[in-house]
């Protein structure tokens, strides 16, 4: 199976700050990555697919990059909807793994 | 607009059974796979299952296969989720979720419904 890890497992930030939330895949992946939003107590939305193309309604300020087995999600200017957990997922083979998640708190 | 409802969940006891289903609207659901994601209390999200368009082929996660038992009704356009032999570690919330058009991210999700396990 290809194992997902994220970092940092926590992030304190402040409204306004940038943000960067890496995700290694255990063996190459090529852009075969999804990331996701999830708020308390909300299902998971879909922001990014193939490393970096955004899903449509998602704001500009978030991005995705990386291919093999790096990649990286940016939030440009942490807005207060933002404050939530962040998953990678590989989709490159079965079985399909996310990573342990992120969760990016208020400072 | 896509929508999937998810229903089912409750109290079981070890051992137990149960069928989660998950109703779509809002698009072709012939042409998309659907898959089962779980998520159990205060952990990440675990892949389950996933059935491909025409039920052609269908996966497991090595911790659900052999006691669940994923299946889709294109009349209906649901999908099933069976769970026999249930065990306290499947206690979660299980989330029905439809992929991309032709790769296996999972684009839309249902709002989820929570499975205990527990005598």
């Known amino acids: 199976d290809i194992q997902m890890t994220q970092s940092p497992s926590t992030l304190s930030a402040s409204v306004g700050d940038g943000v960067t939330i890496t995700c290694r895949a255990s063996?190459?992946?090529?852009?075969?990555l999804a990331w996701y939003q999830q708020r308390p107590g909300k299902a998971p939305k879909l922001l990014i697919s193939?490393?970096?193309s955004l899903e449509s309604g998602v704001p500009a300020r978030f991005s995705g990059s990386g291919s093999g087995t790096e990649f990286t999600l940016t939030i440009s200017s942490l807005q207060s909807d933002d404050f939530a957990t962040y998953y990678c997922?590989?989709?490159?083979?079965?079985?399909?793994?996310f990573g342990q998640g992120t969760k990016v708190e208020i400072k | 607009e896509v929508q999937l409802v998810d229903s089912g969940g409750g109290l079981v006891k070890p051992g137990g059974s149960l069928r989660l289903s998950c109703a779509a609207s809002?698009?072709?659901?012939?042409?998309?796979?659907m898959s089962w994601v779980r998520q159990a209390p205060g952990r990440g999200l675990e892949w389950v299952s996933l059935?491909?368009?025409?039920?052609?082929?269908?996966y497991y996660a090595d911790s659900v296969k052999g006691r669940f038992t994923i299946s889709r009704d294109p009349a209906k356009k649901s999908v099933y989720l069976q769970m026999n032999s249930l065990r306290a570690e499947d206690t979660a919330v299980y989330y029905c979720?439809?992929?991309?058009?032709?790769?296996?991210?999972?684009?839309?999700w249902g709002q989820g419904t929570l499975v205990t396990v527990s005598s």
């Open positions: 979720a439809r992929t991309g058009r032709v790769a296996e991210y999972f684009q839309h």
């Open positions: 809002g698009f072709t659901f012939n042409d998309y796979s």
């Open positions: 059935v491909t368009t025409g039920s052609n082929y269908i």
């Open positions: 063996q190459r992946i090529s852009t075969w």
């Open positions: 193939q490393a970096g």
């Open positions: 997922q590989q989709y490159k083979t079965y079985p399909w793994t």
